[in-house]
């Protein structure tokens, strides 16, 4: 439940952020996310956090997806020089 309860928050988090910035409050994430503040910071330890984690799964995402296209392309020998 607790991975549920984070992805829940990121999800709302990156919601909240794209459309009103970062002065978006504790209480409407939680409430965007369907928990508790006190849930909130159970998971993280203020807005700070949130906003990093939020980024990093983006990169992650975009990253990872290119890492492991990369990551085939050497593994297959596909596209590489000789």
């Known amino acids: 439940m607790l991975a ?18 970062f ?16 849930t909130v910071y159970n998971h993280f330890t203020g807005k700070e956090e949130l906003f ?6 983006a990169l992650e995402q975009a990253l990872g997806r290119t890492m492991r296209a990369m990551q085939e392309r050497l593994r297959t020998g596909d596209g590489l020089p000789a």
């Open 52 to 57: 990093t984690e939020v980024v990093n799964d």
């Open 4 to 21: 549920r309860e984070s992805t829940r928050l990121l999800r709302a988090t990156h919601k909240l952020f794209l459309k009103q910035g």
């Open 23 to 38: 002065g978006i409050g504790m209480d409407h994430i939680a409430a965007e996310a369907g928990v508790s503040k006190v």
